[in-house]
């Protein structure tokens, strides 16, 4: 009976290895199917946008990684703000919109040159927006230099091709026919300057230690509008353009750290003589404003 049981052992050991095979291999090929798993405090991150994704994108996990900021206490100080009369207010409420209704999208622009202290005031304007947790995640890259623009004209155009012919599919390269836009961006050389707007997604103190960009998405979003308003009251023109696929490789060009990403990009001029839009209309007011 013994010397049965122990002839039988070395079998027994044998199937168990097998099963126990089986076993850890099943749960590798599952977990290769399941979304990447992040930890609890990972997960629980909702200031973080669905964003434009380069392959530069930090991980929830490697984000973590670090050693974060304690937050300082800060002091109050009294708020005023100048008054207006309903009048007044009226007046320039209408006033505002009037200028910003003659805001286009211009792609023909002008090599004329523009002042620098006028970017140098747009950008301070940019730089008043209101900001997740006030973290300032923004990072605005001025460039005038002729050859680095050229470069980023040639990634750009390289891109967009590729993006036009395979990436965007039929319907996008369809909706962008009446715009006339397509991947060959002359506005990169001639523009007397180019404004690359990058989104920090997380502060970078000198001490290596992190700091959470609440919202940085959005934060940066804002100062990107208030950019745009301020460029049509100086007379100014740009076209907003995210150009797809293309953050890695400015970002490299430039010199600019992984945790900033490429938002928009604006080039920023005087329009052109020959300058053309497309004949757009906008929505009513009844069409984008519901009153409850
Ligand atoms: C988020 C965003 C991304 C855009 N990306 C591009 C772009 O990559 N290239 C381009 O030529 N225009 C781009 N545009 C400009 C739009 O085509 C333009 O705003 C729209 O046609 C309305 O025209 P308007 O700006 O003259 O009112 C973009 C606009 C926005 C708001």
Request: aromatic residues 6%; hydrophobic residues 35%; neutral net charge.
């Amino acid at each position: 009976m013994t010397m049965a049981f122990s002839s039988l052992t070395p079998v027994f050991v044998a199937i168990i290895c097998v099963l126990i095979g089986i076993i850890v291999k099943g749960r590798k090929t599952n977990s290769k199917n399941e979304p990447r798993k992040t930890s609890k405090k990972a997960e629980s991150r909702p200031w973080v946008d669905d964003d434009l994704k380069d392959s530069t994108d930090l991980h929830p996990e490697e984000e973590d990684d670090g050693e974060w900021q304690e937050s300082e206490d800060i002091a109050h100080t009294p708020f005023s703000l100048e008054r207006y009369s309903e009048e007044d207010m009226i007046k320039r409420s209408k006033n505002f919109y009037e200028l910003l209704n003659k805001r286009r999208s211009v792609r023909f622009i002008s090599d004329e040159p523009v002042p620098r202290e006028v970017i140098d005031n747009v950008i301070k304007t940019a730089g008043t927006s209101p900001s997740g947790a006030h973290t300032e995640p923004w990072t605005f890259v001025v460039v005038k230099d002729i050859e680095i623009k050229h470069k980023i004209r040639e990634i750009i155009e390289e891109e967009e091709e590729i993006n036009y012919k395979k990436r965007m599919g039929d319907r996008w390269v369809n909706d962008l026919k009446r715009l006339r836009t397509n991947w060959i961006k002359e506005y990169l050389d001639t523009a007397p300057y180019l404004i690359l707007i990058f989104k920090q997604v997380h502060g970078m103190l000198p001490d290596g230690k992190k700091k959470t960009h609440y919202y940085n998405e959005i934060s940066v979003s804002i100062a990107c509008g208030i950019l745009l308003a301020a460029l049509q009251n100086v007379g100014l023109v740009t076209v907003t353009t995210t150009p797809l696929n293309c953050g890695p490789r400015l970002r490299v060009l430039l010199g600019r750290p992984t945790n900033e990403k490429l938002l928009m990009l604006l080039p920023v001029g005087y329009p052109s003589k020959d300058a053309t839009v497309p004949d757009l209309t906008r929505k009513p007011l009844d069409d984008i404003m519901v009153v409850v």
